[in-house]
């Protein structure tokens, strides 16, 4: 995906505003299930449907699928987490709940463990637990 300045905003217009307007609350006490993946259908929501929510607007504005791809970490204390990478011509960079800024994946401190596959998002590919370090080549850096 070829990243304008237009496109560029895009992306941290639709990263602040479900940032901004998802409560988050866990799938455990919304929904009584420890897992629970869904849209924030409630204005409530965790990792996940953030990320659902993300991927569907950027869709929507025409981003391809095929560049957003869902992806499983664990964040900087070390617990599971749902972020959307976004593959672009800049690079691959993060939208995650957890933060405002959108980062490259190399800087954004995160263990990366397995993510969507660009051309089928029902495959998943192991990511090998790797430290947000440029050094290590993944399925993302090949």
């Known amino acids: 995906m070829t990243v304008s300045e237009a496109r560029w905003r895009e992306l941290v217009e639709v990263n602040l505003h479900f ?31 953030y990320v659902l929510e993300k991927r569907r607007e950027l869709v929507r504005r025409g981003w391809p699928a095929s560049t957003l791809l869902i992806t499983v970490v664990l964040d900087k204390e070390g ?48 990511l090998g637990r790797t430290l947000g370090r440029p050094d290590i080549v993944t399925a993302g850096t090949r």
């Not at 901004?20 to 897992?35: F, L």
């Not at 969507?116 to 998943?124: F, H, I, K, L, R």
């Open 19 to 49: 940032n901004r307007s998802i409560i988050a609350m866990t799938d455990q006490v919304q929904y009584g299930v420890m897992e629970h993946w869904t849209y924030a259908k409630t204005g409530k929501g965790d990792c996940e449907d």
């Open 79 to 126: 617990n599971g987490h749902a972020v959307l990478t976004v593959v672009t011509d800049r690079g691959e960079f993060v939208l995650d709940n957890q933060t405002d800024q959108i980062l490259p994946w190399s800087k954004s401190e995160l263990t990366f463990i397995k993510r969507q596959s660009p051309t089928d998002p029902n495959a998943w590919i192991e």
